[in-house]
């Protein structure tokens, strides 16, 4: 796909993380103009777009992407909308990038990236931390061997707080919190595929919501094709801030990434040695979050092939769905024995 420029990008979804990419189409992409804003919340879109000058806003989905003037559209609802969106907007002929998890059951996963391959349209999903300069850096040396052949990993999320459980699904520590670390270690293994995963998990941070299907605390193995063996934790109630790391050991040598410090400043005093830490995942992936939407319509523009695929996010949908079927059957499971259809 070629296009003119400024290419005209549709953002679909105005809360939280919707407005921030909002933000990036309108002011922080040379070449891109945000055409339009849809949610389906009474008003939404249209206070999203006044205060970003965009012109065009949509209580109906299905509009915006009917739209002619519009070449792709960047998808920001909430997780289990996504997969019926990436279909329904492939249909119409519009580039996508959507926002994790791209599907929460691999039948939806096939349905998105068969939708995309039959228009003829890139699909991106949006795993910011291959944009992250530390988790990229990493990536490329891995790659180049200057660590030997992987043999453990890790990988991290420490979310700040647990600030309204009642309104979070359930499985949603691994749908949608670890499905970052799954992918994560697929990014940093490159060309080994998991084969086997076991997970534990509780609800220790807020066990009275543990009824309702709320697991705040995982702990995840996965054993991969070329031998390595990785874990990936996450928790919903890190009080020092918003916490993402990972480490790679291999037969050379070893790396680590992730920081959460605001700055390099450590202050010394009466009460002791004190860092200011992040609590936001804006603040720690901000480059990050702006570089996958820079590459994804420079892709638009080019009729390159995305970085991040569908492929790779039914991967990391499938470590998920296993660590989710480990939790009910108390074992491991592999990965080919998904039977998610």
Known sequence: ??????????????????????????????????????????????????????????????????????????????????????????????????????????????????????AGVPLQVGFNRRYDTGFRAAHDKIAAGTIGTPQLLRSLTRDPELADPARIPPWTIFLETLIHDFDTLRFLNPGAEPVEVFAMADALTRPDFKDRGLLDTALVTIRFDNGALATAEANFQAVYGYDVRGEVFGSAGMLTMGELRRSHLTAYGPDGIAADCVGYDQDLFHDAYVAELADFTDRVRTAGTPSVTGEDARAALSMALAAIRSITTGGPVRIDELQDR
Not at 19 to 29: D, G, I, M, N
Not at 41 to 62: F, K, Q
Not at 82 to 106: F, N, T
């Open 1 to 118: 796909m070629t296009t003119r420029h400024p290419l005209p990008v549709g953002l679909v979804g105005a809360g939280r993380m919707g407005s921030f990419h909002a933000e990036t189409l309108a002011r922080r992409l040379p070449g891109v103009r945000l055409a339009a804003i849809a949610d389906p919340a009474p008003g939404a879109a249209r206070r999203l777009g006044d205060r970003l000058g965009c012109p065009t806003a949509y209580t109906e989905i299905g509009e915006l992407f009917a739209d002619p003037g519009i070449e792709a559209v960047v998808i920001a609802t909430p997780a289990r909308t996504h997969a019926d969106l990436v279909e329904a907007a492939a249909r119409q002929g519009k580039a996508v990038y959507c926002e994790k998890p791209m599907a929460i059951s691999l039948a939806e996963a096939d349905r998105a990236i068969e939708a995309a391959a039959d």
